[in-house]
């Protein structure tokens, strides 16, 4: 199916529905939540998916899982994309949380040969067993740390809004405390509670997270590393593999189908 509402379809007595859809540039889906699982898969270009818990950005070559009943919005900058709408029984082993997934060319190729089957697919025969590799792929996908995890408290909730309109690697902890009237220890266990991580994680894994836009678009390595305050390529490079695994040139422009990632996901 192409270009059709989830909402038209959702009904259909079948466990995995896939839909191929069309965005134009600089698109916004606004807040919305579905009644299935969502595997939300992009053939080109970065996303965005926000939830009140923070933000996942999506690179070409990776998806995201959202949860049932997640109420989130999709910030696309021209994109074609996959989904896979299931229902949560066939898949009990799904994140309570979203989650950016790697995508196998196996995976890639399933998802683009789902798209054009018939909705009310047989449930005997090629389609069928279509699906049921899907979901067996499915469950053993590999997740990425590009989640931004964001606190619930106003004030710091808006320190971190601002920080990831402008990330700096090196944006001192100091100032985050002053903002807030209290000293660095409270900022950091503020910061370790509301997010699960401590201040330097977080504030280098936006960092990082920030970067892959431009990496896709095919910026240099050079201008990224000094965009966000790194003190050399080489530096950024290192972080990148650190949280990543790959390095930046793993995360590039999409290549045609066939061609393989430098450095690879």
């Known amino acids: 199916?192409?270009?059709?509402?989830?909402?038209?379809?959702?009904?259909?007595?079948?466990?995995?529905?896939?839909?191929?859809?069309?965005?134009?540039?600089?698109?916004?889906?606004?807040?919305?939540?579905?009644?299935?699982?969502?595997?939300?898969?992009?053939?080109?270009?970065?996303?965005?998916?926000?939830?009140?818990?923070?933000?996942?950005?999506?690179?070409?070559?990776?998806?995201?899982?959202?949860?049932?009943?997640t109420r989130h919005q999709v910030a696309m900058p021209g994109v074609s994309t996959r989904s896979l709408y299931i229902e949560p029984a066939a898949v009990p082993w799904f994140p309570a949380r979203c989650r950016v997934v790697e995508v196998s060319a196996l995976l890639r190729q399933l998802l683009l040969a789902a798209v054009d089957m018939e909705p009310r697919y047989p449930e005997h025969g090629r389609d069928a067993a279509l699906v049921a590799l899907l979901l067996h792929e499915l469950a053993g996908l590999a997740p990425?740390?590009?989640?931004?995890?964001?606190?619930?408290?106003?004030?710091?909730?808006?320190?971190?809004?601002?920080?990831?309109?402008?990330?700096?690697?090196?944006?001192?902890?100091?100032?985050?405390?002053?903002?807030?009237?209290?000293?660095?220890?409270?900022?950091?266990?503020?910061?370790?509670?509301?997010?699960?991580?401590?201040?330097?994680?977080?504030?280098?894994?936006?960092?990082?997270v920030h970067s892959l836009r431009h990496l896709a678009a095919g910026a240099p390595v050079t201008r990224i590393a000094t965009d966000l305050g790194y003190d050399s390529p080489a530096a950024f490079t290192t972080a990148f593999r650190t949280l990543l695994g790959s390095p930046p040139s793993a995360y590039g422009p999409a290549r045609p189908a066939g061609h393989p990632a430098s450095g690879a996901g």
């Open 144 to 208: 990425l740390p590009l989640d931004i995890p964001l606190p619930a408290d106003p004030a710091l909730r808006q320190l971190c809004d601002a920080f990831l309109r402008h990330p700096d690697v090196h944006d001192p902890p100091a100032r985050w405390a002053a903002a807030l009237g209290v000293s660095e220890r409270t900022l950091g266990r503020k910061f370790r509670g509301a997010t699960g991580l401590n201040f330097a994680q977080w504030r280098q894994r936006a960092c990082i």
């Open 1 to 69: 199916m192409r270009n059709v509402p989830i909402d038209e379809v959702d009904a259909f007595d079948r466990d995995v529905l896939a839909i191929g859809t069309d965005y134009p540039p600089g698109h916004l889906l606004p807040y919305h939540r579905h009644r299935r699982v969502q595997v939300l898969h992009a053939e080109t270009g970065v996303m965005e998916v926000a939830t009140a818990e923070g933000t996942w950005t999506v690179p070409p070559d990776r998806a995201v899982l959202i949860p049932a009943g």
